[in-house]
């Protein structure tokens, strides 16, 4: 079973998997409240579109033609009702707890790979294969694409290694201009469709509107305030703001300042100069290990998608934490932290907080911020 989004990626991987003599069965996941295509008929509308989000009706008929092109079965499945509770939901609560939540984790890494791979399993499918950049080898382990700018392991690492067992990354040793040159050979109509950048459920990218909209009861305007306390500003929620952001706040103060931290129970939105906003060390939860390094190796970590990595200790021991060997600037709370040796993915969390820091002069701080 091959996860068709309509893209070029995952129409793509269909048309390699049928080359190399898979039996293939394309299926369109239907998300949100968007219509998608007739599970059967003739496809009828416009050219493979040119949308930023995934998901939609256009994406759907996008991926109908390919299958026909491939010549394989393809099918529509509603799993609109698993999506709102694994991404829109958990979206929404996110926000809600003063922290900035990441949906692509948990489409990519919950509800394909837990969900969809299950109804993959329940209908005879032997591997679910999907157009991510990234890789599998046999132990299995999950180890990042060769284009490292496309590397998608970031948003991976919840799968377990019964779901990479049964899981085809075909992409994960390609380019993607390599991808497009297969997608013109084989005549795809997605060869040339630009990809997919925006969060699918929300087309007008107001996350705060669609927050607001979402909970109508919920109270979210506040103060916002200086280390110190002080009254600097007002908002109208403070589900707008993620640690680390400077522009928005509507205040003067004659410097440069930032969201240092969100209190939700308060409403007040903590700002403060960027020294203040390095981390030593990472608190996370709900961990997810393939394998848990032993506390005294260095590995590298990555806070953020297409984030540098960092190197660092994994100590603890039911709850565990990171270490920063060098310090990170705006960890921000409901992002992921994802563990790496090498070009292997070991583990990763979802983040609570960034913790302390050591003194370093503000200048050199100040330094490293501006070449980030």
């Keep these: 079973m091959v996860a068709m989004s309509g893209g070029v990626d995952s129409s793509v991987t ?28 003739v496809v009828t509308g416009p050219p ?16 109908r033609r390919v299958a026909d092109r491939l010549g394989i079965p393809f099918h529509v499945m509603d799993l609109r009702e698993a999506f709102q509770k694994a991404v829109i939901d958990d979206l929404v609560d996110t926000y809600m707890g003063g922290a900035t939540p990441n949906p692509c984790i948990q489409c990519n890494g919950v509800l394909k790979f837990r969900v969809l791979l299950s109804r993959a399993m329940a ?33 991976l690492f919840p799968m377990t290694p019964a779901a990479l067992s049964r899981t085809l990354f ?34 007008d990218q107001d996350h705060a509107g669609f927050i607001a909209r979402s909970r109508p009861a919920a109270e979210g305007a506040g103060e916002i305030v200086d280390e110190a306390g002080c009254v600097v500003g007002k908002h109208d929620g403070y589900w707008r703001f993620t640690v680390g952001q400077r522009r928005g706040l509507n205040v003067a103060l004659g410097r440069r300042v930032y969201v240092q931290r969100i209190e939700p129970s308060t409403r007040r939105v903590v700002i403060s100069g960027p020294d203040a906003l390095w981390s030593s060390g990472i608190e996370a939860t709900r961990w997810v290990w393939h394998e848990r390094p032993a506390p005294d190796e260095v590995v590298q970590v990555r806070i953020r998608h297409q984030g540098g990595l960092l190197p660092a200790r994994v100590t603890g021991g039911e709850a565990p934490e990171i270490v920063l060997l060098e310090d990170a600037w705006a960890v921000a ?39 980030a």
Excluded: N
């Design 170 to 203: 075909p992409l994960g040793g390609l380019s993607k201009s390599e991808v497009r040159e297969h997608a013109r050979r084989m005549g795809l109509s997605t060869a040339e469709k630009p990809e997919s950048q925006e969060i699918c459920f929300i087309p």
């Design 48 to 63: 493979a579109g040119a949308s930023k989000t995934c998901c939609g009706l256009d994406d759907a008929l996008d991926a």
């Design 123 to 155: 209908l005879g499918a032997s591997k679910l294969a999907t157009g991510h950049y990234a890789r599998v080898t046999s132990e299995p382990a999950l180890r990042t694409a060769v284009d490292g700018d496309k590397d998608q392991t970031y948003f």
């Design 14 to 41: 269909a048309g390699l998997l049928v080359e190399a003599g898979y039996e293939v069965i394309g299926v369109h996941m239907k998300l949100h409240s968007a219509p998608a295509a007739p599970d059967a008929g």
């Design 333 to 371: 709370p409901g992002q992921a932290v994802v563990v790496y040796r090498g070009d292997r993915v070991l583990g990763g969390a979802w983040i609570r907080r960034g913790k302390g820091s050591r003194p370093v002069a503000v200048p050199a701080r100040m330094k490293r911020l501006e070449g």
